[in-house]
């Protein structure tokens, strides 16, 4: 089956019936989470059980914090829609994924429209790039409070190991994560290293990866976004470790195995950023392809998503859905 012609699959029947019970690899995922309350595991089920994905224990997530991020016009000019929040809650909704995440703005703008219709994750912390920042921190621009008012499931929070302000970060996102535990929220973690210490290639490099993968379940994240490893090696001491122990990293899925390995032997969800925006769809699908078949819980795509116009968007995601609900290869 072409994975470009597929339709987003069916949402199991108890779902589409009003109600479910969680599936057993979802209550397996919940099983690792032992020290959360009942309403923080009720959320991480929210993401779980929500969309075309639903029950299957993979994510599609739609990420658009570009704005702030990049600035509107490189973020959205290619694609107008892309100005009104309210086109991001649709794209998300329609091509079934788990969950939609943005900065406080765009949340505010669709979260009444939208009540209910998809789980949110407020991003709580962005950065701009007005200035070039050798050692980059965000600032934080919501709060658990915020998120409670806006009907959302979890928070999302940006860290930079390997910034010279890295520390300062991860002492923000102890104490943030610990209020959203307190009011049964989950806890996404953006682990993007970058800094002054970090060559360019080395942001990507499969032991730099793995290692912000697991500071982030360190710092408390029950769901972990990194981007997906190169076979660089940036430490010259890790490169002595891989290559004593002969860790596999050849391949996508050898990396993405390493990546979800480096993550509590795989009892915390990891999924993989799509990146900047490419123009050839069957190369994000095969990172989509390497990702399920190195045991990756699936994918955040922004750019490569609301950047193409709805119809191109839809038929993207829903051949990324396919990909990992099994119903395309």
């Known amino acids: 089956m072409n994975p470009e012609t597929v339709l987003a699959p069916k949402a199991p029947a108890a779902q589409a019936a009003g109600g479910h019970r969680s599936s057993e690899r979802v209550r397996e995922i919940l099983s690792w989470y032992g020290s959360d309350s009942p309403g923080t595991k009720a959320n991480i089920a929210r993401l779980l059980n929500h969309g075309a994905l639903a029950g299957t224990g993979k994510l599609v997530i739609l990420p658009v914090d570009q704005g702030f991020e990049h600035g509107p016009a490189r973020s959205f000019s290619s694609n107008p829609a892309g100005y009104d929040p309210r086109f991001h809650f649709e794209l998300a909704i329609e091509a079934g994924c788990n969950a939609y995440a943005a900065p406080l703005g765009f949340i505010e703008a669709g979260a009444a429209e939208f009540a209910g219709e998809i789980p949110l994750i407020l991003k709580v912390n962005n950065h ?194 396919a990909i990992y609900s099994g119903t395309a290869r």
């Open 128 to 321: 701009d790039v007005l200035h070039d920042e050798k050692d980059p921190i965000s600032a934080v621009t919501g709060s658990v409070s915020d998120a409670l008012r806006l009907g959302c499931c979890a928070i999302g929070f940006t860290i930079y190991p390997g910034s010279t302000h890295a520390q300062k970060m991860y002492e923000q996102i102890r104490a943030m994560a610990e209020e959203a535990k307190r009011f049964g929220l989950a806890v996404v973690i953006w682990s993007y290293p970058r800094g002054s210490g970090i060559s360019k290639a080395g942001e990507t490099g499969i032991d730099v990866v793995a290692y912000a993968a697991h500071i982030a379940a360190q710092l408390g994240g029950h769901v972990l976004k990194v981007k997906l490893p190169t076979e660089h090696i940036e430490q010259e001491e890790a490169r002595k470790a891989y290559e004593k122990n002969a860790i596999p990293v050849a391949t996508l899925a050898d990396r993405v195995r390493h990546v979800v390995q480096s993550s509590f032997d795989g009892r915390r969800i990891v999924i993989f950023s799509g990146g900047a925006k490419k123009d050839n769809d069957e190369e994000i699908l095969n990172e989509a392809r390497g990702i399920r078949d190195g045991g990756g819980f699936g994918s955040i795509i922004g750019r490569n998503s609301f950047q193409r116009k709805k119809p191109e968007a839809l038929k993207l995601l829903r051949g990324v859905i």
